[in-house]
Nanobody, 124 residues
Framework: QVQLVESGGGLVQAGGSLRLSCAAS????????MGWFRQAPGKEREFVARITRSGGNTAYADSVKGRFTISRDNTNNTVYLQMNSLKPEDTAVYYCAASSGRSYPLTTGEYNYWGQGTQVTVSS
C-alpha cells in the first residue's frame, strides 16, 4: 500500500506557474504508474497527466498539453506536475494517484490509491 500527499497548490494569476508535488510513503512509488487528476466544482474528476513507473512515457490531456509537465523522482518517491501558462479554467482540486495494476492508466478506475488533493485557483 502507498500513501500520497499533495502540496504546492495555491492562488495564482492567469499566465502564472505552479509546481505541484506528490510525496509517496509506504511501498516505494517506483512500483506504480502515477497520475494527476483534477476536479472543478460541479464537474467530474478528469485526467490531467500520467507517467509510467520508469518515467519513460508520459501522457497528457489535450487541454494541458504543451503547458503542463509531469515528472518523477523515484529516489525521493515524489511525482511533480509543473503547470505553466495557467488559465482560469485550470482552477480545480488536483489529485495525485497511483496505479499498481496498469502500465499506462488514463482513467480514474485504473488507479488504486489517491491523495487528499490540493486546491489550485487561477484568477483572471
Amino acid at each position: 500500500q502507498v500513501q500520497l500527499v499533495e502540496s504546492g497548490g495555491g492562488l495564482v494569476q492567469a499566465g502564472g506557474s505552479l509546481r505541484l508535488s506528490c510525496a509517496a510513503s509506504g511501498r516505494t512509488s517506483s512500483r506504480y504508474a502515477m497520475g494527476w487528476f483534477r476536479q472543478a466544482p460541479g464537474k467530474e474528476r478528469e485526467f490531467v497527466a500520467r507517467i509510467t513507473r520508469s518515467g519513460g512515457n508520459t501522457a497528457y490531456a489535450d487541454s494541458v498539453k504543451g503547458r503542463f509537465t509531469i515528472s518523477r523522482d523515484n529516489t525521493n518517491n515524489t511525482v511533480y506536475l509543473q503547470m505553466n501558462s495557467l488559465k482560469p479554467e485550470d482552477t480545480a482540486v488536483y489529485y495525485c494517484a497511483a496505479s499498481s495494476g496498469r502500465s499506462y492508466p488514463l482513467t480514474t478506475g485504473e488507479y488504486n490509491y489517491w491523495g487528499q488533493g490540493t486546491q489550485v485557483t487561477v484568477s483572471s
